[in-house]
């Protein structure tokens, strides 16, 4: 019994090593700077990119910064990449990783796999 329970506390550290704390730094950084980035600047002509349904920040310096957005009705996953200009974020492009929409766009964004396959 003492070698299963030690079993199962090393899976559980090693599942918390590599989704956990990857799960933590985003939510982290979104909580943190995520009043910074104005998502309504993002373009709707011209894009799939729909209104923000939520999003989280998957990395931030001081010159870029990619943010995970979720379309309204969860149809659509994007990263969209921001660049500091004179001081002020402004948006740049997007990559659309999945969509419930139709087409080829078939991808997963790390710590957030599950979004892909949750809503299709």
Known sequence: MKKFLIFILIISLIVFVFWGIPMLKC???????????????????????????????????????????IDEDFSTGNILTFKKVSGEWKYDSWDTLWTARGGNADENVWPYFWHSSKYR
């Open 27 to 69: 939510e982290y950084l979104t909580a943190r700077y995520g009043h910074e980035f104005d998502l309504s600047q993002v373009p709707e002509e011209n894009s799939m990119l729909g209104k923000v349904e939520w999003f989280k920040i998957l990395s931030y310096n001081d010159d870029i910064a990619q943010i995970y957005y």
